[in-house]
């Protein structure tokens, strides 16, 4: 079955950076675009930035452009997040999802706070 681990969440000051990483398994990594989402205390989740399968075409939340790259490496089956120039509004509980299927990983905390 499908199985996503996020991880390298934490605390960072504004204007820091972080880099989420999401170990895939349990389908073709390399055929299925992946997407990252967030959800804040008190808020519906959110897509965050979705790559398709070759990094061909990516897309971002108009709140993260500029600052948020999303990126993957077929051959670790791993999808990551760069995060820079981070703000307090992005804290949140991080996910990585492959939007063809249900599946959610556990996610990975973020907050951004001084």
């Known amino acids: 079955q499908v199985q996503l681990v996020e991880s390298g969440g934490g605390l960072v000051q504004p204007g820091g950076s972080l880099r989420l990483s999401c170990a895939a398994s349990?389908?073709?990594?390399?055929?299925?675009?992946m997407s990252w989402y967030r959800q804040a205390p008190g808020k519906e989740r959110e897509l965050v930035a979705t790559i398709t399968s070759a990094g061909s075409t990516i897309n971002y939340a108009d709140s993260v452009k500029g600052r948020f790259t999303i990126s993957r490496d077929n051959a670790k089956n791993t999808v990551y997040l760069q995060m820079n120039s981070l703000k307090p509004e992005d804290t949140a509980v991080y996910y990585c999802k492959v939007p063809a299927y249900r599946d959610w990983g556990q996610g990975t905390q973020v907050t951004v706070s001084s």
């Open positions: 349990g389908f073709i990594f390399r055929r299925y675009a």
